[in-house]
Every structure is written in C-alpha cells, then in structure tokens.
C-alpha cells in the first residue's frame, strides 16, 4: 500500500515537472525562431540602445536637429507611417534613434532583420502591452523588399495597424525599391501616402558646427555633405586601406565588387565561399591559415567589423568611400 502511495505521489508531482519542461522547450525554440527573424521585439523606445539602431556606426550624444527631425517626431506621434530617404551617411539611423528616444509617449518598437521569409516557420510576435503604441522600424527598405516573401511582413503590419517607420537609400536604390514593391503589387503611397521625408545636405559651415559640437577636428574629416562623414574617420580609413597588403586590399576590393552587385546577405553578411571566389579570380589564392590572418588584420583595421557563421560583416560607408580598386574584380556567374 506504501508503494502504491509513493508511486501515486511521484507521478502527481512528475506531471508538473514534464508540463514545465515542455513549457521551457516550446519557449526556447520559439525564441530562436522570433531571433531568426528579428533584432528587436516590441523594445520601449525610450529604453532603446544606439547600438541596436545604429549597430557598429560611431554615436556621439550631440545631436544636430534639422526640419525634418520635426516632421519625424510628429509623424509618430500622429501615428502616421513615415519613411525616410537620403544618402549614405546622411543621419537616418541617426534621426530614427533620436526622435524614437525622445518621445513624449514612448511606444513599443518591432525591428526586423533582413532576410527571406519562410511562411511555415514565420512567426508575428504577440504583443503584450495593448496600451502602448505599436510601431516597427524597417531600415533600409531598399533591401528588405528583395528578399523572399518581405510583402507578408509588411501587409500584416498594415493589416495589424502597426505603425510603420522605414529608411530607405535615395536615388537608384529607391528607383530600385518602388518597382520591386509594385511587382508585388504594392505601391509606395499606399504605405505611406505622401508623408516622405528626404534628408538634405548640409553645408559646410554647419558641418563645421557639428565638428565643434562633437569635438571633432575638422582637418582630419573627409566632409561630403553629410553628418555622418563627420563621425565616421573616411580619411584615417583611406589611410589604412593604402597601408594594407596587396593581399588585403584584394579582399576588401572582392567585397565591394559583391557589394556592387548586390550579391550579400541581410545587413552587410559577406559570405566567405562568395568572397574567395572574387579573390580567386583576381589571382589571390591561399591556405585557411593565410586567409584567417588576412581577415584578422582586416578585422582589427575595422573594415570587418564581425567575423561568425563563416561571414564577414562590412560597414558600407568604408566599401563605397574608401575601398578603391585598380581593376574592377568582374564577378563570375555561379559563385557555388
């Protein structure tokens, strides 16, 4: 009768413990599907990080505010959907960090990464706090309507109501972008009607403010018009890049031939199987050994910034202002 009991008992309290490990596993592999998809979810803006926003670009506190960082802040707080167009270095990250912390009534903020949906795995993240404001950041729009099945993120945004703030590059690449969104049948005004915000340059006598502001040495900025170029070291950078070996500089000039060509994943992942082909063909040719010293210099002269899942991670200002090639390295058709 005693072990009937014991028995009885042990499997009464075996029972919780099998739900509650269950309930852990569910949770952990729904994490990972959630991460695979995005960098944010549903983050009080004002507890955002620069970091999260603007990943490896250099933030300085000073903020220079111009008119369209008004029409920004007021199209969240109207709640309309806002996009943001500019050049490289022109301050949308910047701008999007800026009015999303200073909001007077923060909002919950979803930021998506850049990448292929699969419809069987794709998960929209429940969100909790129904008495906050729900918006999602899509930076650089131009790159997200390319990849697989973008168009059920974005129509089930519209179809929740949620808020949508995106960026997105001028000139080619938003050409570029409105005729991929219309191929699926979507329309740029559709999302955000005529509330479009294009960042200007700035001129040389603000820019000069700005470096002051920063504490910033004028001499040594690589000024383009843009706050960014401010902040990032263009010229320090170029420096590096003449200094490198003919190996190195081969490397980084097979990353922007890849980068030219849009053959790259999410934000800026270089694929190494991709990059060795391009080098390859340029005439540089090594051991695991060699390369992994190449890509570790590289690395520490930061034109890498992040080396995992057998990828290399570029900042893009570097690619397109720095890296010069002597020949152009031309891409091959299968690059395996």
């Known amino acids: 009768m005693l072990e009937f009991a014991t028995g009885h008992v042990a499997f009464i309290l075996?029972?919780?413990?099998?739900?509650?490990?269950?309930?852990?596993?569910?949770?952990?592999?729904?994490?990972r599907r959630l991460h695979k998809y995005y960098r944010l979810i549903w983050k009080k803006s004002s507890s955002i990080k620069a970091k999260e926003i603007m990943m490896e670009r250099p933030f300085h506190k000073y903020y220079y505010p111009r008119d369209h960082d008004t029409k920004l802040a007021d199209s969240l707080t109207d709640k309309r959907n806002v996009l943001l167009v500019g050049r490289p270095l022109s301050g949308k990250s910047r701008a999007v960090y800026q009015s999303l912390t200073c909001l007077k009534k923060p909002q919950d903020v979803l930021m998506p990464r850049c990448t292929d949906i699969d419809l069987e795995t794709f998960e929209f993240p429940f969100h909790i706090r129904w008495w906050r404001q729900k918006s999602v950041f899509i930076d650089d729009l131009h790159r997200f309507v390319e990849q697989q099945n973008f168009q059920h993120l974005l129509s089930t945004c519209v179809r929740k109501s949620i808020l949508i703030l995106a960026s997105c590059r001028s000139g080619l690449e938003c050409e570029k972008m409105k005729n991929a969104m219309a191929k699926n049948n979507i329309s740029l005004e559709s999302i955000f009607g005529n509330n479009i915000i294009e960042l200007d340059r700035i001129g040389e006598e603000t820019g000069k403010e700005i470096a002051q502001e920063a504490g910033k040495d004028w001499r040594a900025i690589k000024f383009d018009g843009t706050p960014g170029s401010i902040f990032m070291p263009l010229a320090?950078?170029?420096?590096?890049?003449?200094?490198?070996?003919?190996?190195?500089?081969?490397?980084?000039?097979?990353?922007?031939?890849?980068?030219?060509?849009?053959?790259?994943?999410?934000?800026?992942?270089?694929?190494?199987?991709?990059?060795?082909?391009?080098?390859?063909?340029?005439?540089?040719?090594?051991?695991?050994?060699?390369?992994?010293?190449?890509?570790?210099?590289?690395?520490?002269?930061e034109f890498i910034f992040s080396l995992a899942n057998d990828a290399a991670q570029c900042e893009e200002a570097y690619i397109e202002n720095v890296v010069r090639p002597d020949i152009e390295i031309e891409l091959i058709d299968n690059l395996g």
């Open 14 to 31: 075996g029972v919780p413990v099998a739900v509650l490990i269950a309930l852990i596993g569910f949770r952990y592999r729904r994490k």
């Open 236 to 301: 320090e950078m170029e420096t590096r890049f003449s200094e490198s070996t003919n190996e190195e500089r081969t490397i980084l000039r097979g990353i922007r031939s890849l980068y030219l060509c849009g053959v790259y994943q999410g934000k800026l992942f270089f694929p190494m199987k991709w990059i060795r082909v391009v080098c390859e063909k340029a005439g540089l040719d090594g051991k695991d050994l060699q390369w992994n010293s190449w890509l570790g210099n590289l690395k520490n002269k």
